[in-house]
């Protein structure tokens, strides 16, 4: 199967601005609308799909710096057009932009290369499991009280929540995280997010005052190393970063400083790099969580042994369930669960449904 030839022939890509459904914002930030780079790469008949959340000028990148590399290369050596990506991007800066384009382009020739070849994206990959545990995501710094509260009930079926803190007085946040304590009640696990917003100090105060709290993320900002690790020697819930990873070298730096490395598939390098920063955490004797776009997320976690779940974030769970057919379902507990039998990572984008909200495209 291997030995037929299927040279890349096409790759397209296109940004879409779509509004958020409210307010959001965390402690270090505020948006009122994400932007999702869809690209579709092509070779032998069949169509590879993959993504990214990040400005447009990461499709323009592709266009201009990434494409080139990618174009009549053979689609089955998805590492080879990875490598050959990341030293294209050398003197424009691996870190940020240029990272998300080559994440986006990278997922799409590992649905390209699953599509080929007839089989799920998972077993292609090397499946450990068949759902994928995952966590709701929400809970913004700028919601009222009776949206977090009835936000919290909606996902009852998740055994864990996770609410936004920081950027406001600290006692805004014990208000907030005893009430989302309270409406979660015994079962359902609390976890709080502060975006880098404490300074070490403020965060191991703040956490002696924490209900029980099982996840602080970022409570001091993720390239304070030091600070990671002072606030994870001094409090009982598990310390975790890694959303901001753009290269393997990020996640080393990081490892030694967390209970729980992150990473994110739309940034980190795609899928490539999401398996090798698995293996990176896997050395330290850390569990992975996968940060954001879930349905771009559930192929590489079925595939990833020391995965410890998946965020099921508010608004990117909205934007993929909108645009796109095909995406896991969520089942008791919290967990996904993919139709294995469709091809590659079984998603469609739905073009014509985005079309009002196209900003650029090449
Ligand atoms: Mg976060």
Same mark, same amino acid.
Request: proline residues 5%; charged residues 20%; aromatic residues 8%.
């Given at each position: ?16 601005? #779509? ?16 932007? #999702? ?22 499709? *323009?990148?592709?266009? @201009? ?32 932009? &240029?990272?998300?384009? #080559? ?61 936004? $803190?920081?950027?406001?007085? %600290? @006692?805004?946040?014990?208000?907030? $995280? ?25 965060? #191991? ?11 602080? %993320? ?7 190393? *030091? ?26 730096? =990081? ?23 698995? &293996?990176?955490?896997?050395? @330290?004797?850390? %569990? ?6 879930? &349905? ?12 410890? *779940? ?31 039998? &469709?091809?590659?990572?079984? =998603? ?8 009002? *909200? ?5």
């Amino acid at each position: 199967m291997l030995a037929v030839p299927a040279e890349v022939g096409g790759v397209r890509w296109a940004a879409y601005r #779509i509004p958020t459904d409210g307010p959001e914002a965390d402690g270090t930030l505020e948006w009122d609308a994400t932007t #999702i780079v869809v690209v579709h790469v092509q070779a032998g008949g069949a169509t590879g799909l993959g993504w990214t959340y990040a400005p447009a000028a990461a499709g *323009h990148l592709i266009g @201009e710096m990434l494409s080139p590399h990618v174009l009549g290369r053979s689609a089955w050596d998805v590492p080879a057009a990875n490598a050959v990506m990341a030293r294209a991007v050398r003197n424009a800066g691996r870190p940020g932009v &240029a990272a998300t384009a #080559i994440s986006a382009v990278d997922t799409a020739l590992w649905d390209l290369k699953a599509r080929l070849l007839g089989v799920r994206l998972a077993t292609l990959l090397g499946p450990v499991r068949d759902e994928v545990p995952a966590y709701a995501s929400g809970g913004f710094v700028n919601w009222p009280d009776n949206v977090l509260e009835s936000w919290l009930e909606a996902h009852a079926g998740f055994g864990r929540a996770k609410i936004k $803190i920081g950027g406001g007085p %600290e @006692e805004a946040d014990h208000r907030r $995280i005893d009430l989302a304590r309270r409406v979660l009640g015994p079962d359902r696990e609390l976890y709080v997010d502060a975006n880098g917003a404490y300074t070490a100090k403020q965060a #191991i105060r703040m956490a002696t005052g924490f209900p029980d709290v099982r996840w602080f %993320e970022e409570p001091v900002s993720s390239d304070d190393v *030091h600070g990671l690790r002072r606030v994870r020697e001094s409090v009982a819930a598990d310390v975790a970063a890694g959303e901001y990873g753009y290269d393997l070298r990020y996640f080393a730096r =990081l490892a030694g400083s967390v209970d729980c490395l992150q990473a994110d598939v739309t940034r980190c390098g795609g899928i490539t790099d999401f398996m090798r920063v698995a &293996a990176l955490a896997a050395a @330290e004797g850390l %569990e992975l969580s996968g940060h954001c776009a879930p &349905a771009l997320h559930v192929d590489v976690s079925l595939a990833t042994p020391n995965l410890r *779940h998946l965020e099921y974030f508010h608004d990117h769970a909205r934007i993929e369930s909108r645009f796109f057919d095909g995406v896991a379902t969520v089942v008791a507990g919290g967990l996904l669960h993919p139709d294995l039998t &469709a091809p590659g990572n079984g =998603l469609t984008f739905k073009t014509g449904d985005a079309e009002p *909200h196209l900003v650029a495209a090449g």
